[in-house]
């Protein structure tokens, strides 16, 4: 069956410092999504990605999809201590899976 | 719009008993999915409906967990007996279609003792 993979589990960054996160799907997905859930929250959807190689930005946030639809990645520019949080991608296959996500952590 | 709402927001039980999560989503969202986060861990996918036909409940545990979907519209999660393991947040999320967002929960935070 379907498995999203993402890496890494955890990400602790610099406030100020870029990083990136990157999900794998063991196969191709008809469209990719990206939610983020704040501590003690629920996921919230962030974006979606349906064409291979499409890439979509939200102000810090760069949200790219694998030319092969097999793979997502998120980079996040300048990190803020509002970006804390745990994010996850998940791919549409026949159902909705989630990857295991990233959970973020900012150092001011 | 009201969003995706779910009931009880935690709950603690003991194991060996009964317990019924529910789920009422977005107001024309056919699809319906339960998933169940444990500490830490993945979204781990239980089941989706469209409408009130089960589409795929291959994430379902074991046949202690029953979900149901009465006339399309809300859901029910039931965990009968419950186990220690069971424990995590239950979260619903609905869609209008298969492919477009989907609209979390607050969750159920269930505590089996």
């Known amino acids: 069956g379907q498995q999203v993979m993402q890496i890494p589990q955890y990400q602790h960054v610099q406030e100020g410092e870029d990083f990136t996160t990157y999900c794998n799907s063991s196969t191709t997905l008809s469209n990719i999504q990206w939610y983020k859930q704040r501590p003690g929250g629920h996921p919230v959807f962030l974006i979606q990605?349906?064409?291979?190689?499409e890439v979509k930005k939200q102000k810090r946030l760069t949200f790219q999809f694998g030319e092969a639809k097999k793979n997502s990645s998120l980079h996040i520019t300048a990190t803020q201590t509002t970006d804390v949080g745990t994010y996850f991608c998940a791919g549409h296959d026949y159902k909705l899976s989630f990857g295991a996500g990233t959970t973020v952590t900012v150092r001011a | 719009e009201a969003g995706v709402t779910q009931f009880p927001s935690h709950s603690v039980i003991e194991k060996g008993q009964t317990v019924t999560l529910r789920c009422d989503p977005i107001?024309?969202?056919?699809?319906l999915y339960w998933y169940r986060r444990v500490m830490g861990k993945e979204i781990k996918f239980l089941l989706h409906?469209?409408?009130?036909?089960?589409?795929?409940e291959s994430g379902m545990p074991n046949n202690r967990f029953l979900a149901e979907r009465t006339g399309g519209t809300y859901s029910t999660l039931k965990v009968q007996p419950a186990e220690l393991e069971d424990s995590g947040v239950y979260f619903c999320?609905?869609?209008?279609?298969?492919?477009?967002?989907?609209?979390f929960g607050q969750g159920t935070r269930l505590t089996v003792v």
């Open positions: 999320a609905s869609s209008q279609s298969r492919v477009t967002e989907a609209f």
């Open positions: 409906f469209v409408k009130e036909s089960k589409q795929d």
């Open positions: 990605l349906v064409k291979s190689g």
């Open positions: 107001s024309g969202h056919d699809n």
